[in-house]
């Protein structure tokens, strides 16, 4: 099982909106034949592991089964899993995380055992599950996984009080940024950090074959209420502008909106009522969520200034933190802080957090956790 998780995230940046999934087929203690989920829409992971079985001459008869995740019943882009264990005569199918749609889960396990096949399922099954939170999440409520990304000094500011912030983290923590950018759908900024830093939102420099597939397939999202950023930045006007969308509000000037129209999708979002709204832009985050999670968007990195981070954060939109602290102590009432907004009014208040990792990286230092 731990190596057809191995395999399992091989696929990681390719398969949204499907899992990652590894299988491992093992006859006589031997392994005959592995594979893993390559991209949506091609054959699944026991397919791929039956597949290869097949091309080193081994049948799968009488043999066991290992993947990291319930196979299939139903019928999609491609045929159900479980018809293609039962032809296959696999005799024992051990699987780690059951299928997290309610609609799925167990399913699976019923129609293999009906037909014989013994299964043993739990394997592993928080790893499994971890492997793809950001699936589970989606599958279920129908809106991204929202994780929060900040570089920061480690007194919690982001940038200078002139908006200088290359680099505050350093070569390891920048790469590991990428990678993180790499395992997601979309990354989202407000139109403040397109104005100052004209970024071009890419997954670069990411190790692997298809690293350039991914950095063109990575959505770009900008909250930019009044239709501000100007056609000259690279979201606009680079050679992935096609994959950028502006989340304008209704009172952007509709000029302004017709013009950015021409060059990249803009959603007119409605206006937030919440009472934490981004002072910078009051769309409302949750229809946006809504809007994404229904265009098959499974995980979303926000990226943005303090006031997008706090929006996020304290209004209960996030579902984990990604926060790269380097050894440096900026200071000054006006530096940029990681997360703004009006705060907590009380310790009780303050959001907290579980499942904290720490990770040395370089000089700097990243802790992962989960959003209460």
């Known amino acids: 099982m731990r190596l057809a998780l191995r395999l399992a995230r091989r696929g990681s940046g390719h398969t949204s909106p499907n899992p990652m999934v590894g299988a491992v087929l093992v006859k006589r203690g031997q392994i005959i034949g592995r594979g893993w989920h390559r991209r949506a829409g091609q054959p699944h992971a026991e ?33 159900p899993c479980t018809e293609a264990i039962i032809a296959a005569g696999i005799r024992r199918v051990v699987i780690g995380a059951t299928d997290p749609n309610p609609n799925h889960a167990g399913k699976g396990f019923k ?36 994780t929060v990304k900040a570089a920061m000094t480690l007194d ?33 900024v407000g139109v403040n950090t397109i104005l100052a830093d004209d970024p071009s939102m890419t997954a670069r420099g990411v190790q692997g074959p298809k690293s350039k597939v991914q950095s063109h397939r990575l959505r770009r999202i900008v909250l930019d209420s009044l239709a501000r950023t100007p056609l000259s930045a690279k979201v606009v006007s680079d050679e992935h502008a096609a994959l950028t969308t502006i989340v304008v509000g209704p009172r952007a000037p509709k000029h302004r909106v017709a013009a950015l129209a021409r060059r990249v999708n803009v959603l007119v979002a409605p206006c937030s009522k919440s009472p934490i709204a981004n002072r910078q832009s009051a769309i409302d985050l949750r229809w946006l969520l809504k809007k994404l999670g229904a265009q098959n968007v499974t995980s979303l990195l926000v990226e943005g200034g303090g006031e997008v981070n706090a929006s996020f954060l304290l209004g209960g939109l996030a579902q984990r933190v990604a926060f790269f602290y380097a050894p440096k102590i900026l200071g000054g009432r006006d530096s940029r802080k990681a997360v703004a907004g ?8 303050a959001i907290q957090l579980r499942e904290i990792q720490w990770r040395k990286l370089g000089a700097d230092l990243l802790l992962t956790a989960r959003v209460d």
């Open 47 to 79: 397919i791929e592991a039956l597949r290869d079985a097949a091309k080193r001459c081994h049948s799968p008869g009488d043999a066991t089964l290992y993947v990291t995740l319930e196979p299939c019943c139903t019928h999609g882009r491609t045929p």
């Open 111 to 146: 129609i293999l055992r009906r037909a014989g096949i013994e299964v043993v399922h739990g394997v592993l099954a928080n790893d499994c599950a971890q492997l793809n939170e950001a699936f589970n999440h989606w599958i279920v409520r129908r809106t991204p996984f929202v």
């Open 156 to 188: 919690g500011k982001i940038a200078t009080a002139s908006g200088e912030s290359k680099w505050i983290t350093g070569e390891k923590a920048r790469a590991f940024g990428m990678k993180l950018r790499h395992g997601s759908d979309a990354i989202l």
């Open 342 to 349: 009006d705060g907590a009014r009380s310790l009780s208040e």
